[in-house]
């Protein structure tokens, strides 16, 4: 690889890593599991940089790449795994995932759902990706990203310890139509 193409590649690496990590983690659950497939990914995307830095979003290939490699560790070997319920400590302050305990809720919840559904979840909802952009990184129709996140998202809605934003705090309803303010 050329000097100046490996530096991009380092300067990607560096600029996405917590991100790729973090996607990583939900995919998987497990701190040490993300960062081994971010690497797997990472490593696969570095033999096909000059490839990879050519197209319009190469965070989005390399993000579809690690969906791969996720699909491909359950394939290669099934194992058991065994979550904790609590995510691993982390440096900073993450607003955007509310507070502990429903983060270690949410991650339990995740890793009862099937890896498709799981992945499907994930990108739509956490990495925030459309319907068309997350059946683009799991080569699906949208379709199926649409039955996938429906089926998905009701099994968390049943998961113990996941309540609707709202319902907690109103007893049971909800502040939309029909609900009191």
């Not at 497939?37 to 190469?58: E, F, G, V």
């Not at 290939?61 to 995510?87: G, I, Q």
Request: glycine letters at 10%; aromatic letters at 6%.
């Amino acid at each position: 690889m050329q000097a100046e193409q490996e530096e991009r590649f380092h300067e990607f690496v560096r600029a996405r890593w917590s991100r790729l990590v973090r996607t990583a983690y939900l995919l998987t659950g497990d701190v040490h599991h993300a960062e081994d497939l971010t690497q797997t990914a990472l490593a696969k995307a570095y033999r096909s940089w000059w490839r990879i830095s050519r197209t319009d979003n190469p965070e989005a290939y390399v993000r579809r790449m690690l969906v791969s490699c996720n699909s491909d560790r359950f394939r290669k070997r099934r194992v058991a795994e065994a979550l904790t319920a609590a995510p691993p400590e982390r440096a900073g302050r993450d607003e955007g995932a509310g507070r502990v305990e429903e983060r270690g809720s949410l991650l339990a919840g995740l890793a009862q759902l099937p890896p498709r559904q799981r992945a499907v979840v994930v990108l739509r909802y956490w990495e925030d990706l459309s319907e068309a952009e997350v059946a683009e990184v799991l080569g699906c129709s949208p379709g199926t990203v649409k039955s996938q996140a429906s089926k998905g998202l009701a099994k968390l809605r049943t998961y113990p310890g996941l309540t609707p934003v709202g319902r907690a705090a109103t007893g049971g309803q909800g502040q939309g139509r029909g609900g009191s303010r």
